[in-house]
């Protein structure tokens, strides 16, 4: 059975790998760390959602969003909604999640008992408990992993 640690450590892995290999452009080496959401102009009347491209910065003008757009013949597009998300959850971001969870780890370590499955799989109210558990969910989340126990 693998141990909280171990699950902490497999999704550190993970996605310090994903968002470092999605730091930089694969073709021209472009900074691709922070992305950003850019709202497309639209002049539809019949409630279709607002769409967006993602672009990186400094870079804002170049997509990281990448085909044909379909039959419009207009690039590729998101949702707004989406493409605001997918901004937020930049490599940037992916990089602090890992620090995060290597902190989570270093507190097992620490305190060994933290990494013990409480028989009802929830945190009781130690502050440190709860904080290795909203991890552990992260870090299951990230492993594919049921997110109880
Ligand atoms: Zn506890």
């Avoid at 497999?10 to 968002?19: F, K, N, S």
């Avoid at 922070?34 to 279709?48: E, P, V």
């Avoid at 967006?52 to 044909?68: E, M, N, Q, V």
């Avoid at 013949?73 to 971001?93: K, T």
């Amino acid at each position: 059975m693998t141990s909280p640690a171990d699950e902490l450590r497999a999704a550190t892995l993970t996605l310090r790998e994903r968002a470092t290999t999605a730091l930089a452009n694969p073709f021209n080496g472009d900074n691709t760390q922070h992305w950003s959401c850019r709202l497309r102009a639209t002049n539809r009347t019949d409630g279709f959602p607002p769409t967006a491209t993602i672009t990186s910065d400094p870079d804002l003008g170049k997509s990281i969003i990448h085909g044909g757009g379909g039959r419009t013949g207009r690039g590729p597009w998101v949702f707004a909604a989406h493409g605001e998300y997918i901004a937020l959850m930049d490599p940037a971001l992916g990089l602090l999640f890992a620090d995060w969870l290597d902190v989570a780890v270093d507190l097992i370590d620490d305190y060994p008992d933290l990494g013990h499955i409480h028989i009802d799989g929830e945190p009781c109210t130690d502050l440190a408990c709860r904080t290795v558990h909203a991890a552990l969910a992260v870090a299951r989340q990230i492993n594919g992993t049921e997110t109880t126990p």
